[in-house]
C-alpha cells in the first residue's frame, strides 16, 4: 500500500520562503512520477509543480522562478522549495505519486496520480 506524506507548512510573511516535503513509501521511490497541487478555500486544485522520474521539472506560470522542486530517491523524499512566498500562495498543498513508466514523463493533470497526501497547509500573511 502507498502512503504519501506531506510536511512543512506552515504560517509565513510575504517575501518568506518556506520549504514543504513529501515522502512515499511503497515502491521503490525511483518508480514515480510526482507532482504538487493546491487548493484554496472555495477554488479548485491547481498545478503547482511536478517532476518527472528522471528529475526534469515543470512549473505553473504562478510560482516560475519562486518555487524549485527536488527529488531524492534514496530518502523517498520530494522537496518544495518555496521563495519570496505571496498572500495568493495559501493554501492547502497536496503531494502526489504516480507509478510512472516512462521516465521523463512529467504528469501535471491531477486525474492522472494514483496516490495523495492528506495535505498541509501554507499561509502567508503579515
Known amino acids: 500500500q502507498v502512503r504519501v506524506v506531506e510536511s512543512g507548512g506552515g504560517l509565513v510573511q510575504p517575501g518568506d520562503s518556506l520549504r514543504l516535503s513529501c515522502t512515499v513509501s511503497?515502491?521503490?521511490?525511483?518508480?514515480?512520477?510526482m507532482g504538487w497541487f493546491r487548493q484554496a478555500p472555495g477554488k479548485e486544485r491547481e498545478f503547482v509543480a511536478a517532476?518527472?522520474?528522471?528529475?526534469?521539472?515543470r512549473y505553473a506560470n504562478s510560482v516560475k522562478g519562486r518555487f524549485t522542486l527536488s527529488r531524492i530517491n534514496d530518502k523517498n523524499m520530494l522537496n518544495l522549495q518555496m521563495k519570496n512566498l505571496k498572500p495568493e500562495d495559501s493554501a492547502n498543498y497536496y503531494c502526489?505519486?504516480?507509478?510512472?513508466?516512462?521516465?521523463?514523463?512529467?504528469?501535471?493533470?491531477?486525474?492522472?496520480?494514483?496516490?495523495w497526501g492528506q495535505g498541509t497547509q501554507v499561509t502567508v500573511s503579515s
Open positions: 511503497g515502491r521503490a521511490f525511483n518508480t514515480y512520477a
Open positions: 502526489a505519486a504516480k507509478e510512472e513508466f516512462d521516465r521523463y514523463r512529467i504528469v501535471i493533470d491531477p486525474s492522472g496520480y494514483n496516490d
Open positions: 517532476i518527472s522520474r528522471a528529475a526534469e521539472s
